[in-house]
């Protein structure tokens, strides 16, 4: 079992920032972030694995950063350029093989 600790959400304005934490409780190959707006699915916004590969979804490229501290078992979302579209609540993804493990979610809000 991986415990997931997430921090980082809030309020922010348009064109704003704010960077997202999720610690695990041990070593993790893949670690990444999902969102979900109301009314939609989960989607994927950015994975890294240990070795630093990163994927991100289009429509966060070149604003959203995912990067990993593997010596804290911590990733880490910088979100910048913030927009409206970006609101949902932010769930830390741990990737074990063969199981998935979820944070509790944090809400990301971006008011225009």
């Known amino acids: 079992q991986v415990q997931l600790v997430e921090s980082g959400g809030g309020l922010v304005q348009a064109g704003g920032f704010l960077r997202l934490s999720c610690a695990a409780s041990g070593s993790i190959f893949i670690m990444g972030w999902y969102r979900q707006a109301p009314g939609k699915q989960r989607e994927l916004v950015a994975t890294?694995?240990?070795?630093?590969?990163?994927n991100y979804a289009d429509s966060v490229v070149g604003r959203f950063t995912i990067s990993r501290d593997n010596t804290k078992n911590t990733v880490y979302l910088q979100m910048n350029s913030l927009k409206p579209e970006d609101t949902a609540v932010y769930f830390c993804?741990?990737?074990?093989?063969?199981?998935?493990?979820w944070g509790q979610g944090t809400q990301v809000t971006v008011s225009s």
């Open positions: 993804l741990a990737r074990r093989w063969p199981n998935d493990y």
């Open positions: 890294i694995t240990s070795l630093g590969i990163t």
